[in-house]
């Protein structure tokens, strides 16, 4: 008898797309909330991430109803994308990507920093945060579910 390993329930790997879920949640909630409540205009590379971050939530809670593991499949690539344009961006933000090679408008800066909380972080690096831990998250379930 073999084993469906699409719809197999655990209570580890439903907690861990829960976790997923909810930092993607997190990151759409506070993206919303940097630009509609604080008044921060995105820039071209807020919008791209966003664009990656944004389907994950729904993703993520389609892979919750019924638990279905393979929602990693589908996932991990979209995260691994995003965190590209977050480290990308976090660059520019550094100043070691020349302005040549930025896709800013003239009139919306992807190399001005809107906010920088503590000192250090800014939003590039909450986006990093974001999709690292949702990547990492991925790899255990990938690793300990998907066999």
């Known amino acids: 008898m073999t084993e469906d390993k699409t719809n197999t329930q655990s209570p580890d790997g439903w907690w861990l797309i829960f976790s997923c879920w909810l930092i993607a949640m997190a990151a759409l909630f506070g993206s919303l909330f940097f630009s509609e409540v604080m008044g921060l205009k995105p820039c071209v590379l807020c919008w791209w991430q966003r664009i990656f971050i944004y389907p994950l939530a729904v993703l993520f809670l389609v892979g919750l109803f019924p638990f279905d593991r393979s929602v990693v499949r589908y996932t991990l690539p979209l995260a691994v994308i995003g965190l590209g344009f977050a480290v990308y961006h976090y660059l520019v933000y550094s100043g070691f990507v020349p302005e040549s090679l930025q896709p800013c408008s ?42």
């Not at 919306?108 to 920088?116: F, K, T, V, W």
């Not at 939003?123 to 579910?145: D, G």
């Open 106 to 147: 003239e009139t919306l800066s992807c190399a001005e920093i809107n906010l920088e909380l503590m000192g250090f972080i800014t939003i590039p690096m909450l986006s990093i945060y974001a999709y690292s831990a949702i990547i990492v998250l991925l790899v255990i379930i990938r690793k300990r579910f998907c066999k």
